[in-house]
Nanobody, 122 residues
Framework: QVQLVESGGGLVQPGGSLRLSCAVS????????MGWFRQAPGKGRKFVAR????????VYVDSVKGRFTVSRDNAKNAVYLQMNNLKPEDTAVYYC???????????????WGQGTQVTVSS
């Protein structure tokens, strides 16, 4: 059974930074495409970023391009989301997810973490 555990969320002021981590156990980590999604209060779960198996290909939603960076360490079975210049509209629960396919659709990711809250507020 594949398990994902996120960490690193918290409260940060606008313009600040946070680094989210996602530890993965079970399965073969290097075979998974890893995605980050977020869900704001009262809204659906939205795609944020995705990284391919080797880490050589990344995709971002337009609203975070230039501010967020997704990376992975296959030796540590972990994926990261570095978030800089955070804005209040980035406030959400952030989820990491694993898929064997190359997709930005949440429905294509069968494995999910429990989520970590990110709040951007002064």
């Amino acid at each position: 059974q594949v398990q994902l555990v996120e960490s690193g969320g918290g409260l940060v002021q606008p313009g600040g930074s946070l680094r989210l981590s996602c530890a993965v156990s079970g399965g073969t980590f290097s075979s998974y495409v890893m995605g980050w999604f977020r869900q704001a209060p009262g809204k659906g779960r939205k795609f944020v970023a995705r990284i391919n198996w080797s880490g050589g290909n990344t995709v971002y939603v337009d609203s975070v391009k230039g501010r967020f960076t997704v990376s992975r360490d296959n030796a540590k079975n972990a994926v990261y989301l570095q978030m800089n210049n955070l804005k209040p509209e980035d406030t959400a629960v952030y989820y990491c997810a694993a898929s064997l396919g190359f997709s930005i659709r949440a429905s294509d990711y069968p494995y999910w973490g429990q989520g970590t809250q990110v709040t951007v507020s002064s």
